[in-house]
């Protein structure tokens, strides 16, 4: 009922920047929040970055001032993650994530994710 679905990924140099984006559709009344995670081998996946409804942002100190996030329109429906000065360490399979209240007949709010999209920082 709801899809999220990343885009923009790839291969990328160290001290180089790649923007990621993640459209949102589907039977979607709310989007709550939006959030970019990564998973890097043999490690959980970690939260990078999140937008709440009002606009607010925040990220952990392992990447802020190097990754921002942002909302393409006012719903929050397309959601992009510029990095900057990218390291070897960010290489990760990054993951879309919304916190959406759906608009249906058993209407409810959850979590969905995307499909994860490959970033591979070389030296």
């Known amino acids: 009922q709801v899809q999220l679905v990343e885009s923009g990924g790839g291969l990328v140099q160290a001290g180089g920047s790649l923007s990621l984006s993640c459209a949102a559709s589907g039977a979607i009344k709310t989007i709550n929040r939006m959030s970019w995670y990564r998973q890097q081998p043999g490690k959980q996946r970690e939260l990078v970055a999140t937008i709440t409804y009002s606009g607010s942002t925040t990220s952990p100190d392992s990447v802020k001032g190097r990754f921002t996030i942002s909302s393409d329109n006012d719903k929050n429906t397309v959601v992009s993650l510029r990095m900057i000065d990218m390291k070897v360490e960010d290489t990760a399979v990054y993951y879309c994530?919304?916190?959406?209240?759906?608009?249906?007949?058993?209407?409810?709010?959850?979590?969905?994710w995307g499909q994860g999209i490959q970033v591979t920082v070389s030296p």
């Open positions: 994530n919304g916190d959406i209240t759906t608009d249906t007949e058993l209407s409810g709010r959850f979590s969905y």
